[in-house]
């Protein structure tokens, strides 16, 4: 069997997003059971040895990695025949609009495609009422013709079933899953040290896009709330996008340079390490998917502040020590300063066990079995 997975993403970025650490972790678990992985993303390599690490093969479909999405799958129209898929190969989405060279040229029916929230509400809302009509169209025509359609947590499920009534027959819910081996408990006090952080600075950890719909914003507010009551608290942002110029004035206006940290983008390789040195980790998102840095927080034993959105509170609900907050900033930095005041051991690793990329890996190679039937 081979699975090509289509995504927007060069494998030799060190500082990836979810969906790429979903792609890694899937397929680790695929080379383990014989299958060939091959992604088809952006921007050539100069040292192949990179994506071999991470899929047994990469195709570029642009020379640069820094394209659009809209412009990665202009690039895919160009060169979807030189990929030369065969009748037998997976092909794996992870947005809707990208299946579409696929579907136009008809090389291939064995079309997957995960949905990681509700894209077409973020395309509206980022890039506006054409670019959004456009995206509604591919959508559209992806959800008629791929064979199944994958959604990350219910919440997404229910907002395309809403939708797309007549595709319910194809959509399978299947998580995101995170790597255990990579994302354990550290000791805190050496990985606070790490990063110039004292014993008894109570630190407050964001990893992600800093983009609109992450709403840095909202956390930033709620962090004032919170240094009210604990005068000795660290927000610590790491990573990198359109809003962050913005979110760092905000910080000035707020005279709060001394106690809001912007890390910017860190390599995956020091995540594990920065979401140790965390007390709480909070997360604010107006719109997602099953976003995996909480369950990688919540394999840490690291206690999260969220508020409800894609899976997370199913996630946090299966774990003590874990609040879901209201969208108003005094409720959430309350939530904060209620876990920041707990003395209780947190265990949540052992609570999600359930949610390993090996049990995700599994269910998704068995629907490519069903399909290839």
Not at 310 to 330: L, M
């Amino acid at each position: 069997m081979r699975v090509f997975f289509i995504e927007n993403e060069n494998p030799a970025r060190t500082s990836s997003g979810g969906i790429m650490s979903y792609l890694i972790n899937l397929s680790a678990y695929l080379s383990g059971q014989q299958v060939e992985t091959i992604l088809v993303g952006a921007g050539e390599l100069k040292n192949d040895s990179v994506a071999n690490t991470k899929f047994s093969r990469y195709i570029p479909v642009t020379v640069t990695p820094d394209v659009s999405n809209f412009g990665y799958i202009f690039s895919l129209l160009r060169n979807v025949r030189k990929i030369n898929l065969q009748p037998a190969d997976i092909v794996h989405a992870q947005r809707p609009d990208m299946l579409f060279p696929i579907i136009l040229f008809g090389i291939n029916k064995n079309r997957v495609c995960s949905l990681h929230g509700a894209h077409d509400l973020a395309v509206y809302d980022k890039k506006g009422k054409l670019y959004g009509f456009i995206y509604s169209v591919l959508q559209y025509l992806a959800f008629k013709k791929a064979a199944v359609l994958i959604a990350v947590d219910a919440a997404t499920q229910q907002h395309y079933f809403k939708k797309y009534p007549w595709a319910q027959h194809k959509t399978k819910m299947i998580p995101i899953g995170i790597d255990f081996n990579k994302f354990k408990p550290l000791d805190k006090t050496e990985s606070k040290k790490q990063y110039g952080f004292s014993e008894n600075e109570k630190v407050i950890v964001f990893v992600g896009r800093l983009e609109k719909e992450k709403n840095v914003s909202f956390l930033i507010e709620s962090f004032r709330v919170v240094l009210q009551q604990n005068k000795n608290a660290k927000l610590v942002i790491v990573g990198n996008g359109r809003e962050k110029q913005k979110l760092v004035s905000l910080v000035s206006d707020l005279k709060m340079n001394e106690q809001i940290v912007f890390m910017g983008e860190l390599s995956n390789n020091e995540i594990p390490l920065i979401i140790n040195a965390a007390d709480v980790f909070a997360f604010c998102s107006l719109y997602e998917g099953s976003p995996t840095v909480i369950k990688e927080a919540l394999a840490c034993n690291i206690p999260v502040v969220s508020v409800d959105v894609g899976d997370v509170k199913k996630v946090v609900s299966e774990v003590a020590g874990s609040f879901i907050s209201e969208r108003d900033p005094h409720k959430f930095a309350q939530a904060i300063s209620n876990v920041f005041n707990d003395s209780v051991k947190h265990n949540s690793r052992d609570a999600i066990r359930h949610y390993s990329h090996t049990a995700v890996g599994e269910q998704t190679l068995r629907l490519y079995s069903e399909i290839l039937m």
